[in-house]
């Protein structure tokens, strides 16, 4: 690297570390300023580690400079990024859309209803996000209602209500209430009967195509001016289990000529014969409808403001009918599109998901192929990340695509300054898919005339966190691909400069220079000996590898960066080998 190149890595380093730390009010990080930095100078990434060597030394001196000085610098040399800062700051602090009407309320209601039919895939995560969001915004209350009334095409998964509870928590918010639709089932019959009697629903025993064929047409069924007292009868034999499965529905009595066929005396209960799988919910047999169901509860509940999606647009309409027998009044209604997160082969879908599982083609809903909640806190990704990632979506009616690159920064910036540091040599790849492409060899070479052992930092941005301490014996292994060439020299990564004479690493007097202003390769290594055994679970496959001794100190849940491969969570040591979770680069 000449020295023009290296004072414009440098101007560049200084330029982003002062608008990083000035937009984020705390220290700069040199992980996060070099994926920018390289993005948008990619003339850059050929010298690979030599400009971390440059940047980090820049980043230390932006931090020890005080905001006021940060800003001074930042408006001399590149005014543009400080009047960018600027404008952001004069931005609308919320990333999401003020609720329509939200002065109009004492209190925000909002619910996540979630059909507890197994745990949430990452799709699911949106709902919550942005509901607890506003919550938090507007000082509202949330409930977290569990719509389990299709015991048959839906079935509740008993494990799942516990389960989505834990996701909530883990995407960092508390409901103020959960509410569990099968427990209300009284309450649902008690509305039943209060719109029977305001001749607002009938009795029904017309087959579906025969209704189907006569609501096609706007034709009323010869059900509908049925006697009162009838329907009531009618409707408690239902309630007794007197019928089976579609013999008997409860219609709402709407608009037979409505202009969309959809809201034409719609179903709001109907015999089910499958049994709930809840106990306490077992000896129903006559289940509300989605629509009646939600419809009342959110009444119910006090809920001001619904965020559903575009598909459900004929809900709304549906529910309003009964709301207008009522006499109540509808909360206010955000509709948005479909979200989808790309990276998966697996489709985001908790019968898909399951139907993989149950055929042996996923280990579980924790497995790193699975696009699930539970996959990606198993990989060490914070809640929060992904929280940021859907509340940055907005609530647009338009489907939009989620990258898991952008969860992937946003967790890389909540976890990069307080992860350590270690080493990970990689020496084998069980691919999981056709397409994986990765093929990892380790080399064992004696090492000559060094040190006894190497202290790397424990993180190279905070030096009071200490040093580890890494033997190095007499041997070291090293990524095959790192091998350098016969009388070439490397820098083996906190301990110094070696050269290879073709059969070991011999120890030289160079100093950090070589690095800095001859390219010699900085590269990662273990000891040959007393190294620990990892096998480290990725999407597309286990890697298996060897780390440096002190992760045998890990315990679950920790993290590391392996330096050269991204972060990890460690998940557990079993008898020959510890196993971690790949997160990202």
């Known amino acids: 690297m000449d020295e023009d190149l290296r004072k414009r890595i440098r101007r560049e380093a200084e330029a982003n570390a002062l608008f990083n730390a000035l937009k984020h009010g705390s220290d700069a990080q040199t992980g996060a300023i070099l994926g920018p930095l390289m993005g948008a100078n990619p003339e850059f990434r050929e010298h690979g580690d030599e400009v971390s060597g440059v940047v980090a030394p820049v980043v230390n001196e932006v931090n020890a400079l005080d905001e006021a000085e940060k800003r001074a610098r930042l408006e001399e040399i590149a005014p543009d990024r400080l009047a960018e800062l600027e404008a952001e700051d004069e931005e609308e602090e919320h990333p999401l859309p003020d609720l329509p009407h939200a002065d109009d309320y004492d209190e925000i209601r909002m619910r996540c209803a979630p059909n507890p039919n197994g745990p949430w895939h990452l799709g699911h995560a949106r ?30 998964d008993l494990d799942a209500y516990d389960a989505i509870l834990d996701d909530i928590d ?126 009342i509860d959110d009444h119910l509940l006090g809920i001001t403001h619904i965020v559903r999606g575009i598909d459900l647009q004929d809900s709304a309409k549906r529910q309003a009918f009964v709301y207008d027998y009522f006499d109540w009044e509808y909360p206010e209604v955000v509709h948005w599109g479909h979200v989808q997160v790309d990276a998966y082969d697996v489709k985001m879908s908790t019968s898909t998901i399951k139907e993989r599982i149950e055929a042996g083609e996923l280990d579980g809903w924790d497995d790193p192929r699975a696009p699930t909640l539970k996959s990606v806190r198993r990989r060490g990704i914070r809640g929060q990340a992904i929280v940021d990632a859907m509340v940055e979506l907005g609530t647009s009616t338009s489907d939009v695509d989620l990258a898991m690159s952008s969860i992937y920064a946003n967790n890389r910036d909540l976890i990069d300054d307080e992860t350590p ?21 380790a080399t064992e070479i004696a090492i000559e005339g060094g040190p006894d052992a190497a202290h790397p930092p424990v993180h190279p941005n905070h030096e009071e966190r200490g040093e580890r301490d890494i033997p190095v014996g007499d041997a070291v292994l090293v990524e095959t691909a790192d091998v350098p060439d016969s009388g070439d020299r490397v820098w083996l990564k906190g301990y110094g400069p070696v050269r290879f004479d073709g059969d070991s690493f011999v120890y030289t007097d160079d100093d950090i220079n070589v690095v800095r202003e001859e390219g010699v390769d900085v590269i990662h290594w273990v000891p040959a000996e007393h190294s620990v055994p990892v096998r480290l679970r990725q999407m597309d496959g286990d890697v298996y590898g060897y780390a440096e001794p002190g992760y045998a100190d890990y315990e679950p849940n920790d993290l590391a960066q392996f330096v050269r491969v991204g972060f990890a969570r460690y998940d557990r040591a079993e008898d020959d080998e510890t196993v971690a979770y790949y997160a990202h680069q």
């Open 421 to 441: 540091r270690a080493f990970l040599v990689r020496n084998g790849f069980a691919a999981r898919t056709d397409d994986a492409e990765a093929d990892y060899a």
């Open 127 to 156: 709902m919550p996000a942005v509901i607890g969001t506003y919550k938090e915004r507007y000082d509202g209350w949330m409930c977290v209602r569990f719509d389990d009334t299709d015991p048959e095409t839906k079935r509740p």
């Open 170 to 295: 883990y995407l960092g918010f508390e409901p103020d209430e959960v509410v569990t639709a099968s427990d209300r089932m009284e309450t649902y019959y008690e509305h039943a009967r209060e719109l029977i009697s305001r001749g607002g629903a009938y009795t029904c025993s017309c087959t579906g195509e025969a209704f189907s064929e006569l609501k096609n047409d706007g034709q009323a069924c010869p059900h509908r001016e049925k006697n009162p007292g009838v329907v009531r009868d009618e409707f408690e034999a239902m309630i007794d289990g007197e019928y089976d499965s579609g013999e008997m529905v409860l219609r709402v009595r709407t608009d037979i000529e409505h202009k969309n066929p959809a809201l034409r005396d719609f179903v709001a209960f109907r015999m089910v014969d499958t049994p709930h799988p809840r106990e306490e919910a077992a000896n129903y047999r006559c289940w509300p409808m989605l629509d009646f169901q939600s419809g």
